[in-house]
DNA sequence: GTCGTATATTACCCGTGGGTAAGTAGCGTC
DNA sequence: GACGCTACTTACCCACGGGTAATATACGAC
């Protein structure tokens, strides 16, 4: 699939074209208007419109609307698995590679199709779609769980319940998908760092140091 | 608002019977699947068959299906508040009380309405109700936000950005309601000790101790 | 240029489910 | 034991929006 051109709606100023761009075009869009005003609240319309084109034409590229929320989440995921790759190559001790996955899944929430995942009602999905989905969504927690055992292991993480431990991580990273507004308050990236430091704080074997200074303490 | 009695629909077994035991019934019915189903594929005949009566009957009881959705809303946030008030008057350090607010949040998240708070799409709640909640919300973001204050003032907790601590703790305890189910695994309160300890290992200013043993390491 | 195809449009259908109007029946009251 | 109020039911409406059938048109090919 595609990078986008300038503006979603550009991909349909011909008719002749990219098919997967112009998928990537309506996916952009929904995700936008998903997250704005709610899966149900959008209707297939208000997509079309903003594409500038009509509501029969999206049938060309999505069999439904259920099946453009399933895109929305492929994508996500697929910037997930992204980085997923890379840290696995990188390697390192685990410490080291779950405070990269910290990072890079903060990089993630902050994007719309990141932020499609964890605020999309699941429950609009397919059975066999939803399967699809929680599969790639556990395959991601079990990459949690597995740095944190191999921290565990070779001794840079203290002994925790890995289980719970990946739990709550995911919680606090996710969760960073309801509150960020890009352009205010911090960068994705300065987030990723900041996340990447004090979520592990507690869990890392090596003393404690004392918190970076830099980007602190907005009491 | 009483206590429902032994299931829900009993309390429209006869028909003169405490309205607000009744309004109860009927909220917890919905909760469950609402929590269940998503609220959409949620229709008022299921709530109302559950319930044993017919849909118009709910309307007795509540003006619209968004208004059953504010109710569990509103619940949800009156558990919060009763920790809250607990917490307040119990007093102690900054620290303490992150970790008694920690320890209360968790169980609230193991309970229906309290995931309602965070499964539920805010968005089909009316723009007043949005408001009503968005509201409590963020006060009690605002706790969290003034724990992590104080204890960084009487110096039992780490200097660290406020705002962003307070969004990763909120999250980390959120996601409990995404992944919790009854009757499986740890307990509520098991889930709440675990998370006041290890969520604030890393803020601790006092040493960190090695973790506790008893329920640890299911590697 | 004209033909064929993919792409988009116009016009429409219709299932769904929230909500309501009118009528019925249980229960307390006197 | 008749009355009246409230709770509840039956029967219905209808707006909404996802999805489709039939039709028009831009673009590439030759």
């Known amino acids: 699939m595609k990078k986008e051109p300038l503006s979603p709606q550009s991909a349909f100023d011909t008719r002749h074209r990219d098919r997967d761009q112009k998928r990537f075009a309506v996916l952009t869009t ?7 005003k709610g899966y149900h609240l959008t209707r297939l319309d208000d997509v079309a419109d903003r594409l500038h084109i009509t509501k029969p034409a999206l049938y060309n590229y999505f069999c ?16 997930i698995d992204a980085s997923l790759a890379e840290i696995e190559e990188a390697g390192g001790d685990g410490l080291t590679r779950l ?8 990089g993630v929430m902050t994007q719309p199709f990141g932020m499609c995942l964890i ?13 699809q989905v929680r599969q790639r969504r556990q395959s991601v927690n079990e990459r949690f769980e597995a740095y944190l055992a191999q921290g565990i292991e070779d001794e840079s993480i203290y002994l925790c319940d890995v ?14 998908s309801r509150w960020y507004k890009a352009g205010h308050g911090m960068s994705s990236g300065e987030i990723g760092d900041y996340f990447a430091d ?10 404690i140091e004392p918190a970076r ?5 907005a009491v």
Chains 1, 2 share one sequence.
């Open 99 to 106: 405070r990269a996955l910290i990072r890079a899944y903060a």
């Open 213 to 217: 200074e830099g980007r602190l303490a």
């Open 119 to 131: 605020r999309l009602d699941e429950h609009e999905l397919s059975p066999k779609a939803l399967a």
């Open 198 to 207: 004090n979520l592990t704080r507690g869990l890392s074997r090596a003393g």
């Open 64 to 79: 439904s609307k259920h099946d453009i929320l399933l895109g929305c989440h492929m994508l996500g995921h697929d910037l």
């Open 30 to 36: 929904a995700a936008e208007l998903f997250l704005t």
């Open 163 to 176: 289980r719970l431990t990946a739990f709550w991580l995911a919680g606090a990273l996710n969760w960073i």
